[in-house]
């Protein structure tokens, strides 16, 4: 059994589990990292990488087949040839819908780290109070100046490209240059900071795809081919394959194991600390136990959340963390599908070249500084400027050669901006298993009931017209506001189901990411947020990872886990 | 009940499909083969033909050049509805019988004026149509939008026909490489490019 007892084992491969495995291996701790699905090999595997439209027989569209095989993923966009096989099939992975929620899981290495916006933005000073000021579920254990050396740390390792921008709404970190604005968002720009007084900014988006090589780590800077979910050859932006796992490789320190599905967090009630887990093989049904010191649950939100859930049941009926009667509630997204879009006159004599993976951002402005509106929090825009191609309104007109060659040529300026906005922890938005409905394995699934709620409902009113507002300011004519529809889990921001907080009455994990009930047990990816802010959240997971590690290592040492 | 259909069928009753499904990755795509689709070698021509008028040869290479018939059976067969596809056939057929009444001989016959004279009135048709039933968007709108079991209207059979004869075309290594223009690997990104009419737009 010696083989099967590790310093550490951690959950899941994705963006935390990568910074988890990297950071507990740099500090010489003898790793397991445990995936479910399949191995997935940096370059290697990236089948479709240098594939273009007409390298796929449905020039990657959907097929009515595909929809039908994924019911859920076809609600939004992300069904298509090219990333088939690396969104987790919804048939054999069934859950609840009580209320209507969107779940696009990646199940194998590197998670969604493959598949991620790599937007990677700092949660400012006042996100980390707001819940405190404002009396909101509860306060966040830790504050802005707790997390930044570790915002620093991520963010220098892992490649974020952006400009210091200077505002206290989104802290600048540690940047590559930034990806540049093109002439018609510079404009539109400028002519934002003259009409809104300074108050409201449109900058360059902050990304993980790097600006400058990484030679050290064999990683090379953007080719601007815009492939990023095809996996990319270059590791040009952050994933676990391309950063974090062949550090931890590098180390000789890690052992990672795909097809194994964590089943249980095996816990010691005497000791009050957890022993290992136990595993089921997902190739051959056969179940195996590992054992280790500390246990780092990085499955994504709600799978990390229904792991504690299926864990420790003999002495919690909910569940390892569920005394707090917070285990699996306050289920947070971010809220979006909402905004406006423009054609832009003029500029007929410029063009782009390059395809630019990220586009630009206007930072938070609702409810900050002396702004106050009926609603708590706030929200961001992602939008980015472009001429439009063949699919334009031109293509209803004509037939023949004339029509051809025009719709050969670039259309006019289009811009248009999608709002991101905070969803407030509550109580009543939660998950739950379900041990009426079973998963091929014979495992609970979970049921979800999570809704956006009056708050949520009146900040989007502004997340549009503040849209049309902005690009009418910048002198833009005929702008379009748009609502599409949104449900809970399409913003992939899946977030609070663990929360972090100061007191175990009402919170699933202390300051350090430590289960209350087991310290040696650290969750440290969406479910540990307390609050979600309205900035995409990853490079926070990566941050609280790094941070939590350490002390995991340091508390090992003190011999208190 | 056609081939695909009947084949779905079968896979979503026995499970078939599900066999081995769990070892995902990036997944390789096997190209489709016509026989494979409802359409015939002599659809696939028709196509074609009708679709080198709608995007014919200029300075650069037409629809028949980049094959896009074969694309358009393929779409046609697996990302269309039944409806969408019934509607679509339909649609060349109908080309073949207005031919035949306005010009008196089939499609294939008629003179390359003829040819134009004729699509150039489907489409004027198939303007007005979607105008009066809200449909205008289908010819912008990816082949692969439609939701099975929808009820909103279908556009007008000469729309679906434009639509993949469109997306077909520009999607094509000849359409993106000789029509468009295509840089593999960039390698950087300016934002305030010069551009002078005439200049071809990039194909992604």
């Known amino acids: 059994m010696a083989n099967n007892t590790y310093d550490a084992i951690v959950v899941g491969s994705g963006i935390s589990g990568g910074w988890a495995a990297k950071e507990l291996t740099e500090q010489g701790l003898k790793v397991l990292m445990l995936e479910r699905g399949k191995n997935i090999e940096h370059v290697k595997d990236y089948h479709n990488a240098q594939k273009e439209a007409w390298d796929y027989p449905h020039r990657d569209m959907p097929t009515q087949l595909m929809k ?10 992300p069904l298509n040839e090219s990333t088939l096989g690396m969104w987790a099939s919804d048939q054999h992975n069934p859950y609840v819908e009580e209320k209507r929620f ?89 002519r934002i900071q003259k009409a809104f007084g300074g ?46 796992l062949p550090a931890a490789m590098k180390t000789g320190n890690l052992t990672l194991r795909p097809f194994s599905i964590v089943k249980e967090i095996l816990y010691d009630k005497d000791r009050k ?15 195996y136990v590992f054992n280790s010191k500390i246990i780092f649950v990085n499955a994504s939100a709600l799978n990390s959340a229904w792991l504690l859930m299926n864990s420790a049941t003999d002495v919690w009926e909910g569940g390892l963390g569920s005394s707090s009667g917070e285990l699996g509630h306050n289920v947070m997204d971010h809220h979006f599908r909402v905004g406006a879009w423009a054609e832009v006159e003029g500029y007929d004599d410029k063009y782009h070249y390059g395809r630019r993976p990220t586009g630009f951002y206007v930072p938070r402005f609702r409810n900050w500084g002396d702004d106050k ?49 905070e969803m407030l922890p509550e109580h009543s938005n939660r998950i739950y298993l379900n041990h009426k409905v079973t998963d091929k394995w014979g495992l609970p699934v979970l049921a979800m009931d999570v809704e956006i709620k009056e708050n949520e409902i009146r900040m989007r009113k502004d997340m549009q017209q503040d849209a049309v507002a902005m690009f009418e300011a910048a002198g833009i004519k005929n702008v379009q506001g748009y609502e599409a529809d949104y449900a809970p889990g399409m913003g992939i921001h899946e977030m609070g189901t663990a929360r972090m907080g100061r007191d175990p009455k009402t919170s699933v994990l202390n300051a350090h990411n430590q289960v209350w009930d087991a310290p040696n047990v650290y969750v440290t990816d969406g479910a540990a947020m307390t609050s979600g802010s309205c900035v995409n959240p990853s490079l926070t997971y990566m941050a609280l990872t790094a941070r939590a590690a350490r002390h995991a290592v340091e508390e090992l040492k003190r011999r208190n886990i | ?96 019988i207005r031919a035949k009444a306005d010009f008196g001989k089939p499609f294939l016959l008629l003179s390359s004026d003829e040819r ?20 205008t968007y289908v010819v912008r709108d990816k082949p692969s939008s439609r939701e099975p079991g929808t009820d909103l209207p279908l556009p007008h059979a000469f729309s679906l026909i434009k639509q993949l004869t469109l997306y077909a075309f520009f999607t094509s290594e000849t359409g993106a490489k000789k029509v468009l223009r295509y840089v593999a690997v960039p390698g950087y990104y300016d934002g305030d490019l010069p551009y002078k009419k005439g200049d071809k737009a990039w194909a992604t």
């Open chain 1, 373 to 421: 509106r009926d609603y708590l929090r706030g929200f961001g825009y992602q939008g980015s400027a472009s001429r439009q191609g063949w699919r334009r309104e031109v293509a209803e007109l004509g037939i023949g050669g004339e029509f051809k060659d025009a719709i050969s040529e670039p259309g006019s300026w289009q811009i248009g901006m999608t709002a991101f906005g």
């Open chain 1, 102 to 190: 969107d779940w696009f899981r990646s199940y194998h290495v590197g998670g969604r780290s493959l598949l991620w916006g790599r937007q990677s933005y700092r949660l400012n000073k006042a996100d980390f109070e707001a819940n405190a000021k404002e009396g909101i579920a509860v306060d966040w254990p830790i504050r802005y100046e707790d997390l930044a050396p570790w915002y620093d740390y991520v963010e220098r390792f892992a490649g974020i490209s952006g400009n210091r921008d200077g505002l206290d709404v989104l802290p600048d970190g540690q940047y590559q240059p930034a990806m540049p604005l093109n002439c018609v968002e510079k404009d539109v720009a400028a």
């Open chain 1, 199 to 244: 108050k409201r900014h449109l900058i360059p988006g902050r990304t993980s795809n790097m600006t400058q090589s990484k030679p050290e780590e064999g990683r090379v800077s953007c080719q601007y081919r815009s492939k990023c979910w095809h996996g990319c050859p270059y590791g040009g932006y952050f994933s676990t394959q391309s950063s974090t």
């Open chain 2, 1 to 96: 009940m056609e081939r695909r259909d009947l084949l779905k069928m079968i896979m979503l009753a026995t499970g078939t499909a599900m066999v081995g499904a769990p070892a995902l990755g990036y997944e390789k795509i096997p190209p489709v083969p016509l026989s494979d689709t409802p359409f015939s070698k002599d659809d696939v021509a028709f196509m074609n033909e009708v679709a080198e008028v709608i995007l014919p040869q200029t300075d650069t290479p037409g629809a028949k050049a980049a094959n896009v018939g074969a694309t358009m059976a393929v779409i046609a067969a697996d990302c269309y509805t039944k409806a969408q596809r019934k509607q679509f056939r339909q649609g060349l057929q109908d080309i073949d």
């Open chain 2, 116 to 135: 134009t004279a004729l699509l150039t009135t489907l489409n004027e048709e198939a303007l007005a149509f979607n105008a009066k039933q809200g449909t």
């Open chain 1, 68 to 77: 039908e095989q994924y019911p859920v993923l076809k609600r939004d966009y």
């Open chain 1, 273 to 287: 600390r957890a022993t290992g887990v136990e595993v089921i093989d997902a190739e051959t049904n056969e179940t």
